[in-house]
């Protein structure tokens, strides 16, 4: 039997940044935190940020993080935890050894499987998508939702995507459209629901939440106090900056770098102080303008830098990594969109991010295609084989069957290539038929197979289901937030 | 022209495959095949006065500097068919399609150097020499020759001192490379150092039949070792490499990609720069398939010291060429370069003053360090970045359309440096010369 997650565990290291060129942008880092300081528009957070040496200007909810509350509470937080599943088999050790990939999250449209028309997504989608997550093996976790609900309640929408991505797939869910305290309260009933309690719920996580950071230098309110919840109950949460540089941050790397890192330690403080010994985790997606379009870049060279060096800096301070990977720009599965993501998913891998937001969208995180994610998670598993590098002893050197074949024989029937045989990497949609064949078959490539493999898993994959109760008791949970926040 | 090489940033990041032990292991599996010969401590000694890097001249662009750590792209390979367009049959190359594709490779700022693809032909010595003489007539760029033997090597010889005006001015500023082919003699290596081109040496590791492709490389970099160090007997200080040929055994295959970094791993132990043709896609045409093996293979070689990255506009496993893959394979070049290239950090690059100066949600945008840095991110040239609606509206254009769009460009813009007609002529009764002896030979 397969199983049902697929980590890698990378043993080449890809370093942007060397010891010294981390540390510098740590002491750049604090100097902001202390000089300049981030803005937190919570008064409960203000709260505790006070109650811990911080010098808060309540007036402009600004806070100066002294370096030393900074680096104490930083040094609380656990530098490995588990993610759960439902399905226990699901479960992810985050321990800086391992990457695991999830969906991307957020998008807006959907081709649609049966028509190729691109639509406004639903709570069916949302659905759906987490079922064909939920069959994929490389794909560990369900990150977001993929596609928002856009034909629900806008205030209790977070919640109808819980609902929907919670009963179709037993792997972690990490929720991000989830803000404000009201929602992530109701968030944790409906996960406690399924765990069996709040505490079996810190005992065994299935879900955690990620928010937005906003660029430059600042929180939102209702984020940071959906993730004081979820640190409430120890499920674990962090913040992803966004920095442009160019826009929301300087044009150069190094500079982008010490933005995001200081709007990501500041989450990471905060929820320290709170909660001590809370698990949390850094995150990050930053990028740069393009300035010829004024837009995001949806893949650069920069990007893939960026997120391998703010991945080196989560590892500087022990901390987990959710780092965005993949999110092509381009519009279709496509040469750019095979490009971007070789290399993006290459950066997560080599630096070891922890947790990769993720495979299924175009258009920069807007479109779900289903082929396009399943060819993403080919790209996944070749980086996969190179990250595992290549071993070098006796047996894989391999000098007595050189010796014994010797000059112009083959290995073929050679014992050790039966051993070794099956450790080379097989392609699941790569085209690898002789020309004609391929020319017979109507000249179809990886798009064509990648379709196939869609179609199958949306035709007939059943998750493991939800008891009926616990499918009851979520749609009363979002019937009373519909009710509260929505005044439905 | 934009000045060559302009587009191709240092290197800074490495991705070591090897560790020490492992380096060291390799080595030793190599000098245990050396030593069966006796040759172990001559083959370190003799190549103790190789160079580990010279500089790429070109017939009418700047010199380049070839040396591991700075990686430079080599267009072509020994291709004898040609794709018209995406979905298009192979067909048999012309003169005139290699003429095209010098133009294309001349034209665009990522290639250093050309390795031009030939027609079929039962004699392809002949084909071979053909093809260069076209790429020294119709291109100004250095030449990447492969050779088959001591004759076709002198032809190559005559032909870069005609261009060159004069052995001399071929030794100050040698515009052609010898890469010889697997098992071609030391006879061939020495003529190319006295002529002072630079001469790569061919491994090839056989990665068929399901041998382990690292301990392949042991067996045939002990081979390529021995012939580099038979030239540094013969000619102290002579420029010489190695060089991998294309010989996968799928469409991508990650270890004898990783194989490929441990060769310039090895290859650099040894002070020696390293060409490897890894761009030889097995894809019919620029397509995802292409792009993913693409894109992998020059990442893993611009970040793994190599010095040259060769087979740009390769398809089919370098069966081969196509116009929009060789532009295509330049901007998936660029790409990986300028990911190689790192992120410097220094007081001007950290921009503490900036970042305080902007604030809290603030812009950088009007930022004057802005203005000095907004020109270091790089720009595609076929990535579509356009809003979705404009994209449409435009109808729904590809990459390979924008590659297109570039291929008619070039070849219809006039050729800027064109080699004197009666130089070209000699090119010419040398290829054919040569060509002559070849088959009564």
């Known amino acids: 039997m397969s199983p049902r997650i697929n980590p890698i565990t990378p043993r080449l290291r890809w370093e942007v940044l060397s010891s010294a060129e981390l540390e510098r942008i740590h002491e750049a880092t604090l100097h902001i935190l202390e000089t300049v300081g981030i803005h937190f528009p919570s008064q409960r957070a203000l709260d505790v940020l006070r109650a811990n040496g911080c010098q808060v200007d309540d007036a402009r909810q600004m806070v100066r993080l002294p370096r030393a509350v900074v680096t104490e509470a930083v040094a609380q937080a656990p530098g490995e935890y588990v993610l759960a599943g439902r399905d226990p088999d699901c479960d992810m050790l985050i321990d800086g050894k391992h990457c695991y990939l999830s969906n991307d999250g957020s998008g807006v449209f959907v081709q649609d499987p049966r028509t190729g028309q691109k639509r406004p997504s639903t709570k069916a989608d949302a659905a759906e998508s987490a079922r064909f997550v939920d069959a994929l093996p490389n794909v560990s976790y369900y990150w977001g939702p993929l596609v928002t609900s856009q034909d629900v309640p806008p205030e209790s929408k977070a919640l109808h995507d819980a609902e929907a991505v919670l009963a179709n797939t037993s792997k972690h869910f990490q929720a991000v459209t989830c803000v404000g305290e009201k929602s992530a309260r109701y968030l944790v009933e409906m996960a406690a629901a399924i765990a069996g309690g709040t505490d079996e719920l810190r005992r065994r996580p299935i879900i955690s939440i990620m928010q937005c950071a906003v660029d430059p230098l600042a929180h939102d309110g209702p984020n940071l106090e959906a993730n004081l919840v979820a640190a409430e109950y120890g499920l674990a949460s962090g913040f992803m900056p966004m920095p442009l540089s160019c826009g929301t941050g300087p044009a150069t790397l190094a500079g982008n770098l010490v933005v995001q890192n200081a709007e990501a330690l500041s989450g990471a403080v905060l929820l320290q102080l709170a909660y001590p010994g809370a698990p949390v985790f850094f995150s990050g997606a930053p990028s740069v303008i393009d300035l010829k379009t004024g837009g995001y870049t949806g893949g650069s060279p920069e990007d893939y830098l960026l997120a391998a060096a703010a991945t080196q800096l989560a590892h500087f301070y022990g901390l987990p990594m959710a780092m965005g990977t993949m999110a092509t720009g381009a519009k279709e599965p496509d040469w750019q969109a095979a490009v971007d993501d070789s290399l993006s998913t290459f950066a997560s891998v080599m630096s070891c991010a922890d947790m990769m937001n993720g495979c299924g969208l175009l258009n920069g995180s807007k479109i779900l295609s289903y082929p396009h994610l399943v060819m993403e998670t080919e790209i996944y598993s070749i980086v996969g084989r190179m990250a595992a590098g290549i071993s070098v002893d006796e047996e894989s050197l391999a000098l007595e069957v050189i010796e014994k074949v010797g000059p112009n024989g083959t290995y073929l029937s050679e014992k050790h290539t039966r051993r070794h045989m099956k450790e080379i990497w097989r392609p699941t949609i790569f085209d690898r038929s002789p020309y004609e064949v391929w020319l017979r078959g109507g000249k179809q490539g990886a798009l064509a197979r990648a379709t196939e493999i869609a179609d199958e898993i949306l035709a007939s994959y059943e998750p493991a289901p939800l008891a009926p109760e616990l499918l009851e008791e979520l749609g009363a949970i979002v019937a009373r937030a519909d009710a509260e926040m929505a005044g439905r | ?441």
């Open chain 2, 1 to 441: 022209m934009e000045e060559l090489g302009g587009r191709r940033p240092r290197q800074v990041m490495r991705l070591e495959l090897l560790d020490e032990r492992q380096l060291g292991e390799l080595r030793a599996a190599v000098f245990t095949r050396l030593a069966a010969h006796g040759a172990v401590n001559w083959v370190e000694h003799s190549l103790g006065s190789a160079r580990s890097g010279w500089t790429l001249a070109g017939r009418s662009v700047a010199d380049t500097p070839f040396v591991g750590g700075q990686v430079v792209l080599a267009a072509g390979g020994l291709a004898t068919a040609v794709r018209d367009t995406a979905g298009a049959a192979p067909r048999p190359i012309t003169e005139a399609d290699i003429d095209a594709f010098c133009r294309v490779a001349d034209a665009l700022p990522e290639v250093a150097m050309v390795e031009p693809p030939c027609a079929p032909d039962d004699d392809a010595e002949a084909a071979r020499l053909a093809a260069v003489g076209r790429a020294l007539t119709v291109g100004g760029k250095h030449v990447m020759a492969v050779c088959g033997s001591l004759q076709e090597t002198t032809a190559v010889i005559e032909m870069a001192t005609a261009v060159a005006g004069g052995g001399d001015e071929l030794k100050r500023r040698p515009l052609a490379t010898v890469a010889l082919m697997p098992g071609v003699g030391v006879s061939a290596a020495s003529a190319a150092a006295a002529a002072g081109l630079p001469c790569l040496v061919a491994v090839a590791p056989s990665f068929f039949g399901a041998q382990d492709p690292f301990a392949a490389l042991a067996e045939s970099f002990a081979v390529a070792l021995g012939v580099a160090a038979a030239l540094q007997y013969s000619h102290p200080g002579a420029r010489v490499g190695v060089a991998l040929p294309p010989g996968r055994r799928g469409p991508l295959d990650a270890a004898a990609l990783a194989a490929v970094a441990a060769a310039a791993q090895l290859t650099a132990s040894f002070g020696l720069p390293f060409v490897a043709t890894a761009l030889a896609t097995q894809a019919a045409g620029p397509d995802w398939l292409a792009s993913a093996e693409n894109t992998y293979a020059a990442l893993v070689c611009s970040t793994a010291g190599i010095a040259g990255i060769a087979g740009a506009g390769l398809l089919d496993g370098g069966a081969s060429v196509s116009l929009h893959e060789l532009v295509m394979d330049a901007e998936i070049f660029s790409y990986c370069a300028s990911t190689a290239a790192g992120i410097p950090v220094d007081e001007e690059t950290i921009a503490l003053e900036t970042i305080e100066h902007v604030g809290i949600a603030g812009n950088a945008l009007g930022e004057r360090h802005t203005r000095r840095h907004m020109r270091d991110v790089w720009r595609p040239r076929l990535f579509d970045r356009t809003p979705y609606e404009a994209w449409e509206r435009e109808g729904r254009r590809q990459s390979y359309e924008l590659a297109d769009d570039r291929v008619q460009q070039i070849l219809e813009t006039p050729a800027a440096d064109p080699l004197p007609a009666d130089t070209a002529a000699e090119l010419s009764k040398i290829a054919i010369r040569a060509g002559r002896s070849s088959r009564d030979a």
